[in-house]
């Protein structure tokens, strides 16, 4: 459980301002904050001790808006007299200025946001969403017209997209590429006052004058949940830094407090209170501490406590933006990662040294997977194409054109002579590619809506295939028909094959549900999960399943056993979105925390089996907190979204590539008991 500090857990509260807080921002490396208010005043400040470190000066008119530079070395602020300024973040001086944006009827700015990529800033002033190059001498370009004021305006993650909310009761997507319309949410009764993207940009949050929080899924443009949250105008509301379902909002006059909610079930986590309105809140960036500004002129650092901290050992940074994937070479010497600034990179296992970065992909790399004998790898990414790369010289060998949307997973066949790959919506297909002849050599559809993930059986011969559409397909890959299909209430989010081929894990909705396919049918549905679950994975014996989930939990679930109680789990306080199992290395895990973190199984099996672990084995320790046995190893990037098992020990499963989210537990089974071999934090 997710637990924020109040008055009595290490609130820290100073008053600095002379009237309303009206913006807080954190600083990425977590040092500073910076304050803006209704008394002109912008001040930054020592982040432990809230004292002030410099005050920004310049401004004639209430400062509705701040925030930092990606590099945390300037700071922009946005004023009602029409000028948007940016300072020198160590010396507090004015560097730069929009020019004739006071023209500009209205001009009060009420909100900024910097790009990711630092070169621009979006700014939101009276109807309009304009973009401002800080370079450039010219006038800021206007991206998107509400038939309303704007209220806020903010960048998606790859800083290609921009969400604005507004008085005419809508949020907007809108590309600033193509200055286009991508998607409007008009299911507000009154006028929306905020929202925020999730860490992965797969949802985007609003909040209202009704009080109430949405959240909308910007893949499929649906609403996926309603918060009754507040019970004044909710002012303020952000997702948290590394998970996609735990949002902090804000409340108005009359309700006074700042609250985090798990919005998949509208659970409230936790509420603590200002002595007036709370107009914002921001983040820290580890997610552990939130700040808030209010209508008490006070601004108000509470503690977020997710438990103890594991030990790193090792921390190798590289890619330029979040990493999708990584995946182990089949001889374990290997690691490969495909991120979001369209790279993959190779590195030393042991050193974590780069040896080679392969280029060509025009989009984000959203999975990677290696041949068997660990020659070559296979790419997918959002420019639609799977790739085949020489490991040993980086020379791009093929480009397997045919998706003609994201490829979303590529899964090497154990045979080593094919690969599979699934796409997005606007495809919603399987092919087979045949790499010796460089083509498609079939194109399995059938599913109605995006394909999530691929697995190969052990001897190659049929493949699986699950969908937001519900179902799960098996396709015969020698004929390219359907074997068989499973219909489900919710959608299939992860498959894993048994090492057998007898058996087929699925991550569907919330439960966990194991096939049996020599009969065809169900053999259990495990219980446990809150909340939807992204991933799934075997034991390399075959006996136990591991699962993650949204929720930031993971369980443990043993095969053949028939009761519906809860499997033993740990609540985690990083997402991980998926997990490698290595014979010889242990357990890989790629976490939206941005760590790549690796453990030596057979070192905590065997104190597991000599009682070492700590106290409350079960779950959780003697305090009530998550168990958590020794970290070995960990390596560190700002996001990680999938792992590759080594196709040995997985039944060829060359990849699991999950949606967004969780962490995993891994465990193998002794004697009919069940031992926990490792957590990962």
């Not at 006074?256 to 809140?281: A, I, P, R, Y």
């Not at 921001?282 to 500004?293: A, E, F, M, N």
């Not at 084995?617 to 979204?641: D, E, M, V, Y």
Request: hydrophobic share 35%; charged share 20%.
């Amino acid at each position: 459980m997710l637990t924020v500090g109040g008055v009595d857990a290490g609130k820290k509260a100073v008053t600095h301002h002379d009237d309303w807080v009206q913006s807080v921002r954190w600083s990425p490396d977590g040092q500073t904050v910076a304050t803006g208010g209704f008394d002109a005043a912008v001040f930054l400040l020592n982040a432990d001790t809230l004292e002030p470190l410099r005050e920004l000066e310049g401004h004639e008119g209430r400062v509705r808006a701040v925030d930092f530079s990606p590099d945390w070395k300037s700071v922009v602020t946005g004023c009602e007299d029409g000028f948007l300024r940016v300072y020198e973040a160590d010396t507090g001086k004015l560097v730069s200025s929009t020019p004739n944006l006071q023209t500009m009827r209205p001009s009060e700015i009420v909100s900024v946001s910097w790009n990711p990529d630092g070169r621009s800033v979006l700014i939101a002033s009276g109807h309009n969403a304009r973009v401002w190059r800080v370079s450039s001498s010219q006038s800021p370009e206007t991206v998107y017209s509400h038939k309303g004021s704007i209220n806020q305006i903010a960048w998606s993650v790859n800083g290609k997209k921009v969400l604005s909310v507004s008085n005419d009761r809508t949020a907007v997507i809108s590309s600033t590429g193509r200055q286009e319309v991508l998607s409007t949410y008009r299911d507000h009764p009154d006028a929306v006052l905020c929202g925020s993207w999730a860490c992965d940009g797969t949802r985007v949050a609003t909040g209202c004058q009704d009080g109430k929080l949405r959240v909308f899924d910007t893949l499929t443009d649906k609403l996926v949940s309603i918060v009754d949250a507040h019970k004044d105008w909710v002012m303020c509301v952000q997702f948290s830094p590394d998970t996609n379902n735990i949002l902090a909002s804000c409340g108005f006059q009359t309700d006074k407090t700042c609250k985090v909610w798990e919005t998949d079930n509208g659970e409230l986590l936790q509420s603590f209170t200002h002595g007036g309105g709370v107009n914002t809140v921001s983040w820290k960036p580890d997610g552990r501490q939130l700040v808030t500004g209010g209508c008490d002129f006070a601004v108000c650092v509470w503690n977020v406590e997710l438990g103890e901290d594991a030990k790193a050992a090792k921390v190798v940074e590289g890619h330029e933006d979040g990493v999708r994937s990584v995946a182990w070479s089949p001889d374990g010497r290997l690691l490969a990662s495909g991120a979001d600034d369209t790279t993959i990179r190779i590195w030393d296992g042991d050193s974590g040294e780069l040896l080679k970065t392969l280029e060509g992909h025009k989009d984000w790399v959203n999975s990677v997977t290696w041949s068997p004998d660990g020659t070559k790898l296979a790419s997918a990414s959002g420019d639609k194409t799977v790739r085949v790369y020489d490991t040993n010289t980086g020379k791009e060998l093929v480009v397997l054109k045919g998706h003609s949307d994201w490829v979303q997973c590529v899964q090497w066949a154990p045979d080593g002579t094919r690969a599979a790959s699934c796409a997005f919506e606007m495809d919603k297909s399987v092919r087979i590619w045949n790499l010796q002849k460089k083509k498609a050599e079939h194109t399995l559809v059938g599913h109605t809506d995006r394909v999530n993930s691929v697995a190969w059986s052990p001897d190659s011969s049929l493949v699986a295939s699950g969908s937001d559409d519900k179902t799960i397909v098996v396709w015969d890959t020698t004929t390219g028909k359907q074997c068989n299909s499973f219909q489900h209430a919710f959608p299939v989010r992860a498959l894993a094959w048994s090492p057998d081929g007898k058996h087929l894990a699925c991550g569907i909705g919330k439960l966990v549900v194991l096939y049996d396919l020599e009969a065809g049918s169900v053999e259990a549905q495990k219980q446990g999960h809150r909340a939807p679950v992204y991933s799934v994975a075997w034991s390399p014996n075959g006996q136990s399943v591991v699962s993650s989930s949204q929720d930031k939990s993971v369980r443990v679930w043993t095969l053949g056993k028939t009761e519906d109680e809860k499997s033993p789990g740990f609540q985690l306080d990083s997402p991980v979105h998926c997990v490698a199992w290595h014979e010889k290395k242990g357990v890989s895990c790629a976490c939206a925390s941005g760590r790549l973190i690796h453990l030596d199984v057979e070192g905590l099996a065997a104190e597991a089996e000599a009682g070492a672990l700590p106290a409350g084995s079960g779950g959780t320790n003697a305090s009530g907190a998550p168990a958590r046995p020794p970290l070995r190893w960990q390596k560190s990037f700002r996001r990680t979204t999938s792992v590759s098992k080594k196709p040995s020990l997985a039944g060829g499963l060359g990849l699991d590539t999950l949606a967004e989210e969780d962490a995993v537990v891994v465990q193998s089974a002794t004697d009919n008991k069940t031992s926990r071999l490792c957590t990962i934090l």
